[in-house]
């Protein structure tokens, strides 16, 4: 056993900061403004459920873990795997409940014990959280305030931190694993956790009521277009149609609002492409997984402290193009690089694929305008739509709905121009029929438009596929009374 311990369990001595309890490398010196490190030990924090523990366990906690914090070797336990370093926690505790004289269940000292490994090992009060596989987000509004998104729904919790100092060091600790530092002098920061969850802090003076910090938890097993159709986000036939329209390397954007389920979309789809194609993917932060055996995946670099060494996304797209992709995918579209993605998907790299955040079709295409001009290109407004319709074939909707529930509200294709004015074509649609009274949930149903004879039918027919294509339309209208299919609703 190791770790130096006073007998009487009462000198004290300077605890180093979270970060380094954890091992993970300091990659730079935090600067001057950053925040101290604590100069005594972190607050115990308060676990999730407040209301059910008492006052007296946050005063044992306090004493426990202000003993713990005295006693051992921070350093060395930062040596240790995670599982050695809950052994030689366990050990002390159990040594200093029994010094102390501290009256205690054999459950409440479990639940002692997990709380403060918590907070030495891990992400303090986060962790019940980030154990949690249902949870869509997590999202940390200061101290005291922490939501967190399941089933569609966001909904507060009870869990709180000792104070904005300890979740200022758990940011800290979260973004130095992947080499990145925030602080006041830079208070933005995008991360990933080991789990490969995407993490963004923003920290005071930015955030006013203390840092915040947006969590979006990967899912060990991400969903796939069958689970999609299990919960009722598309229809069977929509998610044939998605998978003809992944194989023929029709150029996708996926557009939708926050959290909508684009990236899952984006990842279901990629899922269609064959193993033996190139595909690069571009991403802010690394969320995709893709199945297929020959990926490339390339992440954007923010600036370092002296404002040197960004590496947009535009860079990495522009990259690709002398990467020999066959496909190229872009996490999330949001500036100049959409005219990169347009150039790539127009010359020769049919099947690329990104997602936008837009609320329907047509405002996927304005929005893509709006990005190209932003980014400074010179051009006419006409020729940016030229070149949109003559890149993108197909734009797939999704949207969260007021209910919570996830859904794909358009399968639409792009088909040209008349005049001034992009044209679109529904194929699929999602139409709200209704509500249950009883527990809210909209009713709705999938239906195609008519279309019998897509944009990219030719696309099908070269790949053998338009009889499934032909099968998955029809199977999708809905007839009205007289028996007639329904009609197009263009977008
Ligand atoms: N159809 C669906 N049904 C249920 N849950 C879904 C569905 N699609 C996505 N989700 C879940 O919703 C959460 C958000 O999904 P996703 O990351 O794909 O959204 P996004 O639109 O890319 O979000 P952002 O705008 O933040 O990038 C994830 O936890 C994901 O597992
Ligand atoms: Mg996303």
Same mark, same amino acid.
């Given at each position: 056993m190791f770790g130096r311990r006073s007998s009487e369990l009462t000198t004290t001595r300077p605890v180093a900061p979270q970060a380094q309890v954890a091992g993970a490398p300091q990659q730079r010196k935090p600067a001057e403004s950053a925040p101290p490190p604590p100069s005594r030990a972190p607050e115990p924090p308060e676990p999730e459920n407040r209301s059910q523990k008492s006052e007296e366990y946050y005063d044992v906690k306090t004493t426990v873990f202000n003993a713990l914090i005295d006693t051992i070797d921070l350093t060395q336990l930062a040596k240790l795997d995670a599982a050695a370093a809950r052994e030689e926690i366990r050990d002390i505790v159990s040594e200093i409940i029994q010094i102390k004289n501290v009256v205690m269940s054999i459950a409440e000292q479990e639940e002692l014990l997990e709380d403060i490994c918590n907070d030495v090992l891990g992400y303090g009060p986060l962790e019940p959280l980030l154990a949690r596989d249902d949870i869509a987000d997590i999202m940390v509004n200061g101290a005291s305030t922490t939501f967190i998104e399941v089933g569609g729904k966001v909904q507060k919790t009870g869990v709180r931190f000792a104070d904005n100092l300890q979740l200022m060091n758990i940011c800290q600790r979260i973004v130095s694993h992947v080499g990145r530092r925030v602080d006041e002098s830079s208070p933005i920061c995008d991360a990933r956790l #080991?789990? *490969?969850?995407?993490?963004?802090? /923003?920290?005071?003076?930015?955030?006013?009521?203390g840092p915040a910090l947006t969590i979006r938890k990967f899912k060990k097993d991400k969903l796939k277009l069958e689970q999609l159709v299990k919960f009722g986000s598309l229809? #069977?036939? *929509?998610?044939?149609?998605?998978? /003809?329209?992944?194989?023929?390397?029709?150029?996708?954007?996926?557009?939708?609002?926050?959290?909508?389920?684009?990236?899952?979309?984006?990842?279901?789809?990629s899922g269609c492409v064959d193993n033996d194609e190139r595909i690069i993917t571009c991403e802010d932060s690394a969320e995709l997984q893709l199945q297929q055996p020959h990926v490339v995946r390339l992440e954007t670099r923010p600036a370092n402290l002296e404002g040197e060494g960004q590496i947009t996304m535009r860079d990495l797209v522009k990259n690709c193009l002398r990467m020999r992709p066959e496909r190229i995918i872009v996490g999330e579209v949001r500036g100049p690089e959409a005219f990169d993605l347009l150039q790539a998907m127009n010359t020769g790299h049919d099947g690329s694929m990104g997602t936008l955040h837009a609320n329907s079709?047509?405002?996927?295409?304005?929005?893509?305008e709006s990005m190209i001009m932003m980014g400074g290109f010179a051009l006419p407004t006409k020729t940016i739509r030229?070149?949109?319709t003559g890149s993108v074939d197909v734009i797939v909707q999704a949207a969260r709905l007021r209910d919570g529930s996830r859904k794909i509200t358009h399968i639409t294709e792009v088909l040209g121009m008349e005049g001034d004015v992009?044209?679109?074509?529904n194929i699929l649609v999602y139409e709200i029929l209704g509500e249950d009274p009883k527990t809210g949930k909209l009713i709705g149903r999938h239906r195609s438009t008519g279309i019998a004879r897509p944009k990219f039918w030719e696309r099908a027919e070269y790949y053998g596929l338009t009889d499934k294509l032909s099968e998955a339309l029809s199977a999708a209208e809905v007839k009205d009374r007289n028996g007639n299919p329904l009609g197009e609703r263009n977008g």
């Open positions: #080991p789990d *490969g969850s995407r993490v963004n802090v /923003i920290a005071p003076p930015l955030a006013i009521d229809s #069977p036939e *929509g998610k044939m149609i998605l998978e /003809i329209i992944g194989r023929v390397r029709c150029n996708v954007v996926v557009s939708g609002g926050t959290g909508s389920g684009k990236t899952t979309l984006l990842n279901c789809i079709p047509r405002e996927a295409i304005s929005r893509m030229e070149m949109i992009v044209t679109l074509q």
